[in-house]
């Protein structure tokens, strides 16, 4: 269907709001989930309480790995991009990242008047950095952007038109019946922009709404930001922050340990021990909405065998490697999408069980084994260290695995022309749906770039993640979702390692920080004691 971006008379829609403003609901077809409802009630987003505490001290100093490779929201998919869009620009919505529900942003509120048409009510008085302000013309802009970016097509490309009816009333009309479209206009990519703005003005000087605005790069170095005083919520207490570049794990900890950071962002395991003895650092840990995982080309033998790929999962000791390579950190798989998300289901374990890892390979014909290359990404130390004890261990249930590693281009490249026998990614599940953390790894419909480079088919899985997506209450999701990973686990696409951990070093006076489980955290609500 071909997208239309539209802008309509306020009288064809008025009286939807009105329904809605009265708390008098027309009787609509069928709602999606209850947790992703907002017919009004809540009219302003969520702000920290005032704090009390040392005011004078307005400037905050972060540490990180990398600088933003994008600042246009909708530029590239990233965590440090996502990082720092999350400071400068504002969503529609906001999650709120205990129970993954849907929280009023730049949307006060909102209403499904079918499975594929939501309604929503614009925040007024909200300025942009340039002085702007901000109206439906600027979020059908955005979003217009967002699906624009092939990147960001499993995200905003169930969009299938934008809708104006005034300043402060748009429809979003869905290309088809998807429940979880709030969560996914939560994510990073969303931010909203001056309508008009282009990704290379965005590039140079990005303008948003967010409670802090940019002020300066430098390349390889840092990013200054300042607080911007005409924010529609409440001020920051920080004034100024500047983000930095510390390119070693123990070098950003020592940052924080001496006084030169106030954060360090993604530590490593190794430092966990350090941080702790420090007097005057905070360790700051959540279990976050990424994991681990080996997968299997499922269309090439021996993994198109499914107890194959059982019995490999009989054979690794995931303990070993949270305790070997990851210090303690993290937890093991408990399926194919974290528990934390919303709409994981229990399943049987693999246990570690070598006896009938052999067992499994008797059965499908592979008694004497078999020899299989298993990749990774040669930049990244931890997943080398992973699959170096995956290979060992496979070798001990007469797996002869070689360990080849490329340039993660390169790597990704050869996947999705399915060159592959086995690889070590991750996937991060944001927004803390079901749908983002399984429909993209196994319809069959993304071989590939999209996400499913095992080559997984199942026409029942790819019915019921579809059918996921329409499901109009929580119950029904939640059964769609319990069964697709019961058949997952039977079928064992990937070879289950372990859910990710995020560790944050703070400096013992730091107040008001919350862990954002996708690892985009925001520093507005932020203040030392």
Same mark, same amino acid.
């Given at each position: 269907?071909?997208?239309?971006?539209?802008?309509?008379?306020?009288?064809?829609?008025?009286?939807?709001?009105?329904?809605?403003?009265?708390?008098?609901?027309?009787?609509?077809?069928?709602?999606?989930?209850?947790?992703?409802?907002?017919?009004?009630?809540?009219?302003?987003?969520?702000?920290?309480?005032?704090?009390?505490?040392?005011?004078?001290?307005?400037?905050?100093?972060?540490?990180?790995?990398?600088?933003?490779?994008?600042?246009?929201?909708?530029?590239?998919?990233?965590?440090?991009?996502?990082?720092?869009?999350?400071?400068?620009?504002?969503?529609?919505?906001?999650?709120?990242?205990? &129970?993954?529900?849907?929280?009023?942003?730049?949307?006060?509120?909102?209403?499904?008047?079918?499975?594929?048409?939501?309604?929503?009510?614009?925040?007024?008085?909200?300025?942009?950095?340039?002085?702007?302000?901000?109206?439906?013309?600027?979020?059908?802009?955005?979003?217009?952007?967002?699906?624009?970016?092939?990147?960001?097509?499993?995200?905003?490309?169930?969009?299938?038109?934008?809708?104006?009816?005034?300043?402060?009333?748009?429809?979003?009309?869905?290309?088809?019946?998807?429940?979880?479209?709030?969560?996914?206009?939560?994510?990073?990519?969303?931010?909203?922009?001056?309508?008009?703005?282009?990704?290379?003005?965005?590039?140079?000087?990005?303008?948003?709404?967010?409670?802090?605005?940019?002020?300066?790069?430098?390349?390889?170095?840092?990013?200054?930001?300042?607080?911007?005083?005409?924010?529609?919520?409440?001020?920051?207490?920080?004034?100024?922050?500047?983000?930095?570049?510390?390119?070693?794990?123990?070098?950003?900890?020592?940052?924080?340990?001496?006084?030169?950071?106030?954060?360090?962002?993604?530590?490593?395991?190794?430092?966990?021990?350090?941080?702790?003895?420090?007097?005057?650092?905070?360790?700051?840990?959540?279990?976050?909405?990424?994991?681990?995982?080996?997968?299997?080309?499922?269309?090439?033998?021996?993994?198109?065998?499914?107890?194959?790929?059982?019995?490999?999962?009989?054979?690794?000791?995931?303990?070993?490697?949270?305790?070997?390579?990851?210090?303690?950190?993290?937890?093991?798989?408990?399926?194919?999408?974290?528990?934390?998300?919303?709409?994981?289901?229990?399943?049987?374990?693999?246990?570690?069980?070598?006896?009938?890892?052999?067992?499994?390979?008797?059965?499908?014909?592979?008694?004497?084994?078999?020899?299989?290359?298993?990749?990774?990404?040669?930049?990244?130390?931890?997943?080398?260290?992973? &699959?170096?004890?995956?290979?060992?261990?496979?070798?001990?249930?007469?797996?002869?695995?070689?360990?080849? &590693?490329?340039?993660?281009?390169?790597?990704? &490249?050869?996947?999705?022309?399915?060159?592959?026998?086995?690889?070590?990614?991750?996937?991060?599940?944001?927004?803390?749906?079901?749908?983002?953390?399984?429909?993209?790894?196994?319809?069959?419909?993304?071989?590939?770039?999209?996400?499913?480079?095992?080559?997984?088919?199942?026409?029942?899985?790819?019915?019921?993640?579809?059918?996921?997506?329409?499901?109009?209450?929580?119950?029904?999701?939640?059964?769609?979702?319990?069964?697709?990973?019961?058949?997952?686990?039977?079928?064992?696409?990937?070879?289950?390692?372990?859910?990710?951990?995020?560790?944050?070093?703070?400096?013992?006076?730091?107040?008001?920080?919350?862990?954002?489980?996708?690892?985009?955290?925001?520093?507005?609500?932020?203040?030392?004691?």
């Amino acid at each position: 269907m071909a997208r239309r971006f539209l802008t309509i008379p306020a009288t064809m829609l008025v009286a939807v709001f009105v329904f809605a403003a009265c708390g008098a609901d027309p009787a609509p077809p069928a709602q999606p989930p209850q947790q992703q409802q907002q017919t009004g009630q809540q009219e302003q987003a969520a702000t920290p309480a005032t704090p009390t505490g040392d005011t004078s001290r307005t400037h905050l100093n972060v540490v990180s790995s990398n600088l933003p490779t994008s600042m246009f929201p909708a530029g590239r998919n990233d965590q440090p991009s996502s990082q720092i869009t999350m400071q400068v620009f504002n969503r529609l919505i906001e999650l709120d990242y205990d &129970t993954f529900d849907a929280r009023p942003s730049l949307a006060t509120s909102w209403e499904f008047v079918d499975a594929q048409t939501l309604n929503m009510e614009l925040r007024q008085g909200v300025t942009f950095h340039n002085g702007a302000s901000m109206t439906a013309r600027d979020v059908q802009w955005s979003i217009e952007q967002a699906i624009a970016n092939p990147e960001f097509a499993l995200i905003f490309g169930m969009v299938d038109s934008v809708e104006i009816h005034d300043d402060y009333n748009i429809t979003v009309h869905l290309n088809i019946p998807f429940s979880p479209i709030l969560r996914h206009l939560a994510h990073p990519g969303g931010g909203i922009i001056p309508y008009g703005t282009t990704r290379d003005q965005h590039e140079e000087h990005p303008i948003g709404t967010g409670s802090f605005m940019f002020e300066s790069i430098t390349l390889g170095d840092r990013l200054e930001l300042v607080r911007f005083d005409d924010f529609w919520g409440e001020l920051p207490l920080i004034e100024t922050l500047t983000w930095r570049i510390i390119p070693t794990s123990d070098g950003r900890l020592l940052a924080v340990e001496t006084g030169e950071a106030d954060v360090a962002l993604a530590l490593m395991p190794p430092d966990v021990g350090p941080a702790e003895m420090f007097s005057n650092v905070n360790l700051m840990r959540r279990m976050n909405l990424s994991n681990d995982y080996i997968g299997f080309n499922t269309q090439m033998a021996p993994f198109d065998d499914p107890l194959v790929r059982q019995a490999l999962n009989y054979a690794v000791d995931n303990m070993a490697i949270i305790n070997v390579v990851l210090g303690g950190v993290g937890a093991p798989a408990q399926g194919f999408i974290n528990d934390i998300i919303w709409g994981w289901h229990p399943t049987e374990s693999f246990s570690f069980n070598p006896d009938r890892a052999r067992e499994l390979l008797a059965e499908a014909g592979h008694a004497d084994g078999f020899s299989a290359r298993l990749w990774t990404n040669s930049e990244n130390q931890r997943r080398i260290d992973i &699959t170096t004890i995956v290979a060992s261990q496979l070798r001990d249930v007469g797996i002869d695995v070689t360990l080849e &590693t490329f340039e993660f281009s390169t790597l990704t &490249t050869r996947m999705d022309n399915g060159e592959h026998d086995m690889f070590m990614l991750g996937w991060v599940g944001v927004g803390g749906d079901a749908d983002y953390g399984l429909f993209p790894l196994f319809h069959s419909d993304n071989f590939g770039p999209p996400g499913n480079r095992t080559f997984y088919s199942n026409p029942e899985v790819d019915r019921l993640l579809e059918a996921g997506r329409s499901a109009t209450t929580d119950a029904e999701r939640m059964s769609i979702y319990a069964e697709v990973q019961e058949i997952l686990r039977d079928d064992a696409p990937w070879l289950l390692l372990n859910q990710n951990e995020t560790l944050m070093a703070v400096s013992t006076d730091l107040r008001g920080l919350t862990l954002n489980p996708s690892d985009s955290h925001s520093f507005a609500g932020v203040w030392f004691e």
